[in-house]
C-alpha cells in the first residue's frame, strides 16, 4: 500500500466492508439477502483475515441479538440486510436503543412492502429506520449516494455509534451498493477512528447508567470485572428496571439529550449550487446524483436552481435546510417513495415556500431529465 492509500474498482456493498474494517470491526453476524448480500460474502473473506468473527445466522433476529451481545462484549459489530429482514431487525433494534448498545446496521432498500421487488431499486424504508421499533427513541440514520461515501460513512457510522452509544443505521439503496466505481481508499492512518468511552473507576465505583455532562456514559465490556445488569425494561442509572417517574423521565430524555445536544457533530448535508438559488432540489441517495446532474443542466439553461443533498436523514437535518425555505420560490424532493422525506420537508416548510415531490414506485431510478423536466416546469 503507498502512502496515499488503494486505488480500487469497488461497488457499494464491498466499500462498505471496507469501511466497517478501517473502523475496526471485528463481529459480523448476518443472514443473506438481495441486494445487501455481497456485504456478508465479502465479510466472510475478509474478517477471519484480520482476526474477526463472522457468523451467518440462522435469520435476521438472530443476526442483531448476536450483534449486541458481541457489542457488549466489546468488540464494534455490524450487520446487513434488506427490507424484509430490517423488518425482522426492529425489536432488537429497540433493546440496543434502551441499552445503549453500539453497532451498526446497513439496510441496502429495495422495492418493497413484504417480498416486493428484491432486485430493483427503492427509497421505501426511509421513516421505517426512524421510526420502525415502537416507542420514542432516538436514532441516526446515514444515506450514502456514492461508492467511496459507502466507505466514508461507514466508518463515521461506528464511529458515532461509539461516540454515543446508539445503533445507527446506515441506510443505502440498490443503486448505491450496486454501483461499481474506480476510488481511492485512504491510508488507514488518515482515517479517523473513535473508540466508545471505557470507566475509569474501580468496578465497585461504576455507575453503568449514570447521567454526564454528554449524556452519555462510559461502558464497560463483559468480562472486565464490572458487573452491571442489561434489560430492555425502563431501568434506573444502575441497570435496575424501574417504575419511579423520578427514573423513567430522566432516563428517557438523556437518550434524547445525548443525540440532541451534538447535532453539529451528527448532521451532514451536501450543498451544490444553493447560492442565489430560486428554485431547490432535496434528494439523498441515489437519486441526489440524478439531481445533481439535473441541476447542473438546468443552471446551464438559465434557471437557477440548487441542491441540499441529505447525508444524515435523522435526526433530520432541520437547521441546515430551513435558511434555504426562507429564500427559494419552491422546493422539489425527488425519490424513489411516495413522499417520506417529502412530508417531512412539508412540516418544517410550515407556508414558508412551496414543496413539490417527484416520486417513483416502479423500481426503477429516477432520471435526470425527469427531474430537470420538473423544474423547467416550476
Not at 464491498?14 to 441486494?35: Q, W
Not at 447560492?275 to 447542473?296: M, N
Request: aromatic share 6%.
Amino acid at each position: 500500500m503507498s502512502d496515499t492509500g488503494r486505488v480500487m474498482l469497488l461497488q457499494g456493498n464491498e466499500a462498505v466492508v471496507e469501511g466497517a474494517l478501517a473502523a475496526g470491526c471485528r463481529f459480523f453476524a448476518g443472514y443473506p439477502i438481495t441486494p445487501a448480500t455481497e456485504i456478508s460474502e465479502v465479510m466472510s473473506v475478509r474478517l477471519p483475515a484480520v482476526g474477526g468473527v463472522f457468523i451467518q445466522m440462522e435469520d435476521e433476529i438472530a443476526s442483531l441479538g448476536a450483534v449486541i451481545g458481541a457489542s457488549l462484549a466489546g468488540a464494534k459489530a455490524m450487520t446487513a440486510t434488506s427490507g424484509p429482514g430490517f423488518s425482522l431487525m426492529q425489536e432488537n433494534l429497540g433493546f440496543a436503543v434502551i441499552a445503549e448498545v453500539p453497532c451498526v446496521i446497513v439496510n441496502v432498500m429495495r422495492g418493497g412492502p413484504s417480498t416486493g421487488l428484491p432486485t430493483h431499486v427503492s427509497q421505501g424504508d426511509v421513516q421505517q429506520a426512524r421510526w420502525g421499533t415502537h416507542g420514542d427513541h432516538p436514532i441516526i440514520v446515514l444515506a450514502p449516494a456514492t461508492t467511496r461515501e459507502c466507505f466514508d460513512l461507514t466508518v463515521l457510522a461506528f464511529n458515532l455509534s461509539e461516540k454515543f452509544r446508539i445503533p445507527v443505521i446506515l441506510l443505502s439503496d440498490e443503486v448505491v451498493a450496486h454501483t461499481r466505481e474506480k476510488i481511492t481508499l485512504p491510508h488507514p492512518r488518515e482515517v479517523e477512528v473513535v473508540e466508545r468511552l471505557k470507566p475509569t473507576m474501580p468496578p465497585e465505583w461504576y455507575i453503568p447508567y449514570e447521567d454526564t455532562p454528554r449524556g452519555v456514559p462510559p461502558m464497560a465490556s463483559f468480562g472486565d470485572g464490572y458487573r452491571y445488569h442489561v434489560t430492555g425494561l425502563i431501568h434506573d442509572v444502575r441497570g435496575f428496571p424501574t417504575e419511579r417517574p423520578d427514573e423513567i423521565v430522566p432516563f428517557l430524555d438523556r437518550l434524547f439529550r445525548k443525540i440532541h445536544q451534538h447535532l453539529h457533530e451528527i448532521c451532514r448535508v451536501e450543498e451544490f449550487l444553493t447560492e442565489e438559488a430560486d428554485l431547490l432540489v432535496v434528494a439523498y441517495g441515489s437519486v441526489a446524483r440524478s439531481a445533481k446532474r439535473a441541476v447542473r443542466e438546468a443552471r446551464a439553461r438559465g434557471v437557477k436552481a440548487g441542491l441540499v443533498r441529505l447525508i444524515t436523514l435523522w435526526p433530520f437535518p432541520r437547521r441546515w435546510l430551513e435558511p434555504h425555505l426562507r429564500r427559494v420560490r419552491a422546493v422539489l424532493v425527488p425519490e424513489l417513495n411516495r413522499g417520506q422525506i417529502s412530508r417531512e420537508v412539508s412540516r418544517i416548510n410550515q407556508g414558508l415556500t412551496r414543496v413539490e415531490k417527484l416520486n417513483r414506485i416502479d423500481g426503477r431510478l429516477l432520471t435526470p431529465e425527469e427531474i430537470l423536466g420538473r423544474l423547467m416546469k416550476m
